[in-house]
């Protein structure tokens, strides 16, 4: 049967004209695939009260994260308030530009989750490698050891242009270990102008 273009099973409309909406969530829960079928049921689900159509788009969320879904996931789990489960299906997968821009939308700008949002995205970009956004990432956080932390992700590509970056920025702000990445700086630059000139 065919409604609206959309492919469900004959049992609905009778489910729906008879009030059984017990049925209705009960096929829903049951389904382990995601079809059409089941975003008419979650539609239909407030009728059973907002308990029930909150449970609903909780499972709903769960299997869509688990097929790979993240932003429908991420939509079920709005719809229903759970801003920081949303913000953790994205972690989750690895997708923290969208957890932070979720989290800085939805949550007061000190909420705690932001700055480890931050630093957890820092780690993953240095896995990658991407230092200077690591970087960028370890002074968003303002955690205790940021800025240590981000000289060393600056520091680690190990080219003199990462070295000198990060000597400049320690020197900038301060920081203690200036003299030893400025020294480290011009033995690796010393060492690249002897392996030119060869």
Known sequence: ??????????SLPLDLWLNNIPAL????????GLSSQDWIILALSPLAGRDVWQS???????KLSVKGEHHAAVMCLIAC?????AINVYKQADMYREALTLA????????????????????????????EQAAMCY???????????????VARAGDVSGLCMSA????LLGDSS??????????????SGKTRSL
């Open 1 to 10: 049967m065919s409604i609206g273009g959309l492919e469900i099973n004959r």
């Open 25 to 32: 969530i009960e096929r829903l829960d049951k389904n382990e």
């Open 56 to 62: 609903l788009l909780q499972k709903q969320a769960q």
């Open 81 to 85: 308030g759970e801003i920081y489960e």
């Open 104 to 131: 800085k939308i939805r949550l007061p700008q000190d909420d705690p989750i932001i700055f480890d949002l931050h630093s957890d995205w820092a780690l993953q970009l240095e896995k990658e490698p991407s230092y």
């Open 139 to 153: 002074i968003a956080s303002q955690k205790p050891a940021a800025i240590p932390n981000a000289l060393n992700a």
């Open 168 to 171: 400049s920025l320690a020197l």
């Open 178 to 191: 200036a003299e030893e990445r400025l020294t480290r700086y011009k033995q690796e630059q010393e060492v």
